[in-house]
């Protein structure tokens, strides 16, 4: 044992490569990259220090307010809470991906014309909760809609018009779709 004069010294890291950036290749937005990322680094701050893009809102960092929302695969996850690493030949879309040319996609029109947010800060992630919900359901209830956003919270208290937009951005896909006969 240890005298109080003694110091014994940190045992060896069990993986001496742990702080070591290594090579990660996903898709995001519908582009490739391989990006040099250490494996404790979260997909949040690799989308937003290593790729430039900021819609996705780091607020909590532990996954309880939902600014962070990307698709990961077509599902809604929280990005705060992902490692990059783990992402690995995935394929992740963000806010900044869902516009078709000058098009906005459904979600984000219908959240303009409802006035769907205050601050902005949570809208982000709204947006990519109901549009995941629109993809799978694209005419949903008003309860599915609610349920979609309940992971998301907005401090300005914006839900009215949110739940609002949601059942707008169904009826803008759906008019989109027999207009131009395809998807969004």
Known sequence: MPTTTERRSAPPSA???LGRAVPVTMTVNGEAHTILVEPRRTLLDTLRHDLGLTGAKKVCDVGNCGACTVHLDGRPVYS???LAVDCADRTVTT????????AL?????AFVRRDAF????CT???VMSLRALLDETPDPTDEQIARAV???LCRCGAYRNILEAGRLAAEIQAARRNDEGVGR
């Not at 806010?95 to 000058?102: D, W, Y």
């Not at 205050?118 to 800060?121: L, P, W």
């Open 15 to 17: 993986d001496p490569d």
């Open 80 to 82: 705060c809470l992902l």
């Open 95 to 102: 806010i900044e991906g869902l516009a078709k040319g000058n």
């Open 105 to 109: 996609d459904p979600v984000q029109e």
């Open 118 to 121: 205050q601050c902005g800060f």
């Open 124 to 126: 982000p992630g709204q």
């Open 150 to 152: 309940t992971g998301n």
